[in-house]
């Protein structure tokens, strides 16, 4: 009976003994770390690879040191031109001090979550409806330094902001609609207007250099003329010498002063 006694109190030793070794030991990955409190007072940041700690003396916080992905849910955002807009984005951050994200603030993730809402809507307010959607990389840069120079103190690095939608109700949809439609019209004007206004500049040209050299018309009267000979056409055209439209006026102007005379 004494015998059983023993080595029923062994093995409890055995298993206790089992029980804290199991306790102590932590192993972590490459990718995480361990803040270490040993009787409630931070002690160091362990890891990666195999940690021992003191049980019931030591405690140990896991911090995963990848980059996150947090997807920020849509917002409604009055742009700066008062037009109504719902922004969804998406921020990539990671912690690169676990001691202060596990220190500083209760849960990082909710924390970062909450402050990417509450900027997104405040950056995007000061803008335009035109720069949302034109000027995404500005409005993602800024967005992101902002969010990094709010987060430094808990330890997190964000890395990057991406706008992912920017919709807009219907009837403002129809409004953009008409005004790149006017856009477009007001080009197609300015640039038929530049047209006839280089056609014009040529034309005054040209005209400037046959001026110099009556005679050169007859040759433009000839190459009209082969034109219009090669075409299927029953019109007879006769070309008027210049020559003689510069002798009838000159004809009337003494014909009135004979008769004066």
């Known amino acids: 009976m004494g ?69 920020v849910p849509g917002q409604d955002v009055i742009s ?28 990082f993730m909710t924390a970062t979550s909450q402050l990417a809402q509450t900027t997104l809507r405040s950056v995007l307010g000061k803008h335009d409806l035109d720069e949302m959607l034109a000027e995404r990389d500005k409005l993602n840069s800024d967005i992101q330094e902002i969010l990094d120079a709010q987060t430094d103190a808990w330890g ?5 902001v991406e706008i992912k939608h920017v919709d807009i109700n219907e009837s403002m949809v129809r409004a953009i609609a008409r005004q790149a439609e006017a856009e477009r019209e007001r080009r197609a ?10 056609a014009a500049a040529k034309l005054l040209e040209a005209a400037e250099i046959l001026a110099r050299q009556p005679e050169a018309m007859q040759l433009r009267y000839l190459s009209t003329l082969n034109v219009i000979a090669g075409e299927k056409t029953s019109t007879i055209i006769f070309p008027f010498p210049m020559e003689l439209g510069n002798l009838m006026p000159l004809k009337s102007a003494q014909a009135s002063q004979s008769s004066r005379g």
């Open 156 to 160: 997190i690095k964000v890395a990057n």
């Open 80 to 107: 700066h031109d008062n037009v109504s807009v719902r922004v969804s984005a998406v921020i990539y951050f990671r912690v690169i001090d676990p001691e202060r994200s596990t220190i500083q603030v209760e849960d």
């Open 189 to 198: 004007k300015v640039i038929n207007a530049e047209g006839e206004q280089q």
């Open 3 to 71: 015998i059983f006694a023993e080595l029923a109190f062994y093995l409890v030793v055995i298993l206790v003994l089992l029980l804290v070794i199991a306790s102590a030991i932590k192993i972590l990955r490459e990718y995480e770390r361990g803040v270490v409190f040993t009787l409630g007072r931070f002690t160091g940041v362990k890891g990666p690879g195999l940690i021992l700690l003191i049980p019931y003396v030591q405690q140990m916080i896991r911090v995963d040191l990848r980059t996150r992905v947090l997807d």
